[in-house]
């Protein structure tokens, strides 16, 4: 029922800035929503999530430097990266979830992802 689609990823260089946005349709609103990320041969990583009323969890390796956020009707989800390091190279994805985690195992519906590079 719930579809995702992702934009805004590209190359920058280190202490560089990007905005990714994600675009719902089907109930999206009903759900969390949250911002992971997966390089090549690692786990997928929870970095942001967000509720319904705002309140937001972060991973510590982006607090400070990330920021989630969604729009009233709960249809398109953001996230500002600021001051990038070549560590966050990975590819990023939205999901919406049930409840307010970062556990990717609590997310049922996911985009197909945005690719996000990070020179030195």
């Known amino acids: 029922q719930v579809q995702l689609v992702e934009s805004g990823g590209g190359s920058v260089q280190a202490g560089g800035s990007l905005q990714l946005s994600c675009v719902g349709s089907g109930y999206t609103y009903l759900y969390y929503m949250g911002w992971f990320r997966q390089a090549p041969g690692k786990e997928r990583e929870g970095l942001a999530t967000?509720?319904?009323?705002?309140?937001?969890l972060y991973t510590d390796s982006v607090k400070g430097r990330f920021t989630i956020s969604r729009d009233n009707a709960g249809n398109t989800l953001y996230l500002q990266m600021n001051s990038l390091k070549p560590e966050d190279t990975a590819m990023y994805y939205c999901a919406a979830g049930a409840i307010l985690t970062l556990n990717s195992y609590d997310f049922g519906y996911w985009g197909q992802g945005t690719q996000v590079t990070v020179s030195s």
């Open positions: 967000i509720d319904m009323g705002g309140n937001t």
